[in-house]
């Protein structure tokens, strides 16, 4: 039975300080990205979501640069190049070339940045930004981290209604009196502190895995919008946890002594997750659906 | 159909003028309660400007808009609205039901609380429709037409006087034009709602249509079909010789389309019009 047990979890799991702030503080970062995650997907966001890590990526290697933490990194330039795309709104949003521009150009500061803090510090660091490890992450950030995350989810709840209806139809939105700019501004302020925690977990090039990934699953196995939600939650924290332990046993694993990245099993479970829920027979989906009757005469 | 007592809707000398242009210029019309009205007039007429203002999210230059004799406000509950379409993707977790659910309280802050009397209300809406057929389906895999019934559903969630909807037709086939429209007169009528439907073309409506407003020019001639549609009073709103076609019980303006096809010389007038004649 023990030997079981430690197949599954290696030994000193529980008892590891660093792993069970990574618990924590991944679960509250998985939950809030799954249920904003299918809104994102409702909205068709998925591509500024990615936008948003990226920008934030800049954010958290300049932060390095400066001695700060990269969390204060992502999530400030997160918020700036959330309000920006919004401001910008139409005048980017059929502009491929000005977004890589934009994109590329920011991707290049990072890069920039990146090279001075291997310099300055230690080669790690751009690991750390690019792909994440909430191993190493500072503990007394954590409640602030998650304050962010709740925070997230408030204002999610509050614009439930209007959100989704704007999603559906700006101009029924407006017609019925809902500021429709500043519920998708204050949309992108959620979506984005819900991308830069998460790319404390997953790093910046991952992040979006989280975000769309969990949701993606959810909209395969239910129409419902409470039940995506709950669905959603449910994979992008079992993914996590899953990632965690896999990373954690593969510290015996070959070459031994060194542990997989979390980012990479958290991306595999998240895919494997959405590969199986493409196979459900779309039972809860499916709808009869006989031809309308043909009460009306077309002269 | 009869109309009794007062109008339900006033548009009194609605003007819209960007800088120098003149988008809507004196417009005038009075709805009662139960009528059904058309909005038609080729693209860019004004159609969908003349909605924004009775909606009230577009201030109009001049003039007023009353609704029980009192001036409309942005957002009220009373004047239902039904978009052109919407697009959602087919894996959108939104059901028939879900989006009906919105025309109570979408625009309301927080999140849906379910109970008996709102899950009724959005029953019955479906039933009104003939929608409770697919009202569990996702949104987003159902046709155009399924998607306009439960849009219309939505709007009649408010309990409004007035129903406004904006080229509701356009995206769909000719025998799911015909549903939709008898399918709103027919559930407009049983409620005493009056109904504007914008349309390009007015054929759809005519079984139902009490009133036309044929919107050309940034001008507006309001009456009954037979009053309105006439070579004679379109071509003084065009500015400009129209004919009017009268061809198994369907009506065909010739040269009134786009406005600019009047401007062309006689040999490419002719090419457009013969385009135009086989539209439906």
Known sequence: MSGTWHFILAPGFFANHEVVNALWV??????????????????????????????GATGASGAVMLGANVWYGFLSFGLLAGAGMEGLGSRIRNRDVATGLVLSFAMGLGALFLYIDTQQANATVSMLVLFGSVFVFNPALTPLVIA???????????????????????????????????????FMFVMAAAVEDGALV???????????????????????????LVWSAAVAVIATWAGIVCSYDSYYWPPYGRGWPVSFFIAVFVLLFYLAARFVPERSRAVERPSLQQEVKVP | MDVIGQPVLQLHQISVRYGDRRILE??????????????????????????????????????????????????????????????????????????????????????????????????????AVNATRFADAPVGRLSGGEQQRLLIAQALLSDPKVMLLDEPLSNLDIRSAYEVVHLVSEVAKSRGIAVMMVAHDMNPLLPVMDKVVYIANGKAVTGRVEDVIRSEVLSTLYGYEVEVLRVRNRIIVVGGEGGEYGL?????RSRCAGEEVAAP
Not at chain 1, 28 to 49: D, N, T
Not at chain 1, 202 to 228: D, K, N, Q
Not at chain 2, 64 to 73: C, D, E, I, Y
Not at chain 2, 264 to 268: A, K, N, R, T
């Open chain 1, 26 to 55: 991944s679960t509250a970062i998985a939950i809030v990205s799954g249920l904003v995650g299918v809104f994102v997907i409702v909205r068709g966001q998925s591509f500024a979501g990615h936008a948003l890590t990226d920008l």
């Open chain 1, 148 to 186: 962010v995350g709740m925070a997230a989810l408030v204002l999610l709840a509050i614009l439930y209604r209007p959100l989704l209806l704007s999603s559906v139809s700006p101009t029924l939105a407006e017609a019925r009196g809902v500021p429709v700019r500043w519920v998708s501004m204050l």
């Open chain 1, 202 to 228: 997953l790093g910046a090039l991952l992040s979006t895995a989280l975000l769309i990934g969990p949701a993606a699953t959810a909209v395969r196995l239910t129409a419902r919008p409470g039940r995506a």
């Open chain 2, 26 to 127: 004196d417009i005038d019309v009075d709805v009662f309660p139960g009528e059904f009205i058309g909005l038609i007039g080729p693209n860019g007429a004004g159609k969908t400007t003349l909605l924004r203002v009775i909606l009230g999210m577009l201030a109009p230059s001049t003039g007023q808009v009353t609704l029980a004799g009192k001036p409309t406000r942005h957002g009220s509950q009373q004047i239902g609205y039904v978009p052109q379409k919407i697009h959602l993707e087919p894996d959108t977790p939104l059901r028939g039901r879900d989006l009906v659910g919105l025309g109570i309280d979408g625009h309301r802050w927080g999140m849906p609380l379910p109970n008996r009397s709102r899950r009724q209300k959005i029953d019955e809406a479906l039933c």
């Open chain 2, 264 to 268: 062309l010389e006689p040999s490419d």
